[in-house]
């Protein structure tokens, strides 16, 4: 019963579902961390249930990466076994929690960008990826709406609500560039029609934000540097200790089940 | 080939193990059963003999999926059938819209207000009005836009000032 990390062939196609894995289960994670710690209970029980569906979306790539992969692994190998530097997520989704309006902020600049993604995998010549993405599309697009609603709260409430909020997204929009970037790798299956090329979905994605923030009477940081690394698993210091917490039953208990 | 008398009992089996299916409920809205919400897609019998039952997930995460797994094979060997199989589908993507009229109305019954109208995308960023399902007032609220399951938002009624369930329309 082994312990160590998998060793497995990258494809292109491979890659791609980890990205989207990864994304899901690293927020999903996150996310999981406000469960009885929330600001209000029915904000404990909204984002816990967010979580829900994102660790849901997570199995389901998780186990298309196992069929893909055919080595006889399985989603949980995929999900505890693999290390950061194996890890395809973007930044944004490994920054921490912070407050409430820093989680908020986190929650639109990913919905908004999932849901546009979404959105287009449902025409996906890969069947797999196009049926998670119908069922995705709909649960992000409620994530998009509820986390659109608090920020528009957050944003227009108080002083207090409001310097929070903005603060959160100066520090956060640093990190939304990367989810627009495409390498040599993506482009193989962008060009194979499974995935859309969302290098050119930067536009439609601000538009999709900017009535949100200006209903919230937030601005837009003028941000040159933008952070990036995390599809090629370059990662910030945050992942390593995610996965020390989620993968250490499985590492110290190989195969575990309940 | 098969005999016509073969092809019979193979109908009988699949009408067997579909009339037993069909009375398992939902784990967490046991009012429902799995043909009044949907989730149950297909009975059919595979070419070794066994059945094969298709069911697909509400929402991604949805965790009462491995528990109706169970239940679907627990009915099933009741009835004597013990060779089964419950394959999961994500396509086409389930939404409310396939609920029964009679599951709505089980729905109402247990103090859950059922879907209102369609699913889509314009439904989901409209506004929404929903019938209090204890006394019928549209004079109602949003409190939560998540409740005690993935597929719930919880409401109250401005009229009779009840909290109630509502099951979301997606």
């Known amino acids: ?258 | 080939m098969s005999t016509l008398a073969e092809l019979d009992t193979e109908d009988d089996l699949v009408a067997r193990a579909r009339a037993a299916i069909e009375e398992v409920c939902d784990p967490e809205i046991p009012v429902l059963t799995i043909a009044d919400l949907g989730v149950l897609r297909s009975v059919e019998v595979t070419a070794d003999g066994e059945i094969e039952v298709a069911i697909t997930p509400t929402y991604s995460g949805c965790p009462a999926m491995d528990v109706i797994g169970f239940d679907i094979k627990t009915a099933l060997a009741k009835t004597g059938i013990d060779n089964a199989r419950v394959r999961q589908v994500l396509s086409p993507a389930w939404t409310t819209d396939w609920m029964s009229e009679a599951g709505k109305a089980k729905l109402r019954a247990y103090g859950i207000a059922p879907p209102a109208g369609r699913a889509s995308r314009r439904a989901l960023f409209g506004e929404e009005s929903i019938a209090c399902s204890h006394c019928g007032s549209h004079e109602t609220e949003k409190v939560s836009e998540f409740g005690s399951t993935a597929c719930k938002a919880l409401w109250r009624c401005k009229i009779c000032r009840e909290p109630f369930d509502y099951f979301k329309c997606i």
């Not at chain 1, 989603?75 to 693999?82: I, L, V």
């Not at chain 1, 108080?158 to 970037?181: I, K, M, P, V």
């Open chain 1, 1 to 258: 019963m082994a312990t160590t990390s998998i060793s497995f062939t990258e494809t292109p196609l491979l890659n791609l579902v980890l990205r989207r894995a990864d994304d899901a289960l690293i927020l999903g994670h996150r996310l999981s961390k406000w469960c009885g710690h929330a600001p209000m209970v029915e904000e404990d029980i909204a984002l816990a249930n967010i979580a829900l569906d994102l660790i849901g979306q997570a199995r389901s790539l998780y186990d298309y990466a196992a069929r893909i992969d055919d080595s006889g692994f399985t989603e949980d190998h995929f999900a505890y076994r693999r290390d950061e530097h194996q890890y395809r997520n973007c930044l944004l989704v490994e920054q921490p929690n912070g407050d409430f309006a820093a989680t908020v902020v986190r929650q639109v600049l990913f919905s908004a960008f999932m849901d546009l993604y979404w959105r287009e995998t449902m025409k996906s010549r890969d069947e797999t990826l196009a049926a998670i993405a119908a069922k995705a599309e709909k649960e992000t697009a409620y994530h998009l709406r509820h986390s659109g609603e608090w920020l528009i709260r957050l944003g227009d409430g108080t002083d207090e609500s409001h310097a929070r909020a903005q603060e959160a997204l100066d520090e956060l929009w640093a990190y939304t560039g990367e989810l627009f970037e495409t390498d040599e790798t993506e482009r193989a299956v962008i060009e194979s029609g499974v995935t859309p090329d969302v290098g050119s979905r930067q536009e439609s994605w601000q538009k999709r934000i900017e009535p949100i923030l200006r209903e919230a009477t937030l601005k837009i940081p003028s941000a040159p540097f933008m952070h990036t690394g995390g599809r090629s698993g370059r990662h910030s210091e945050h992942l390593g200790y995610i996965l020390a917490d989620l993968q250490y039953l499985q590492r110290a208990h190989p195969e575990a089940v309940w």
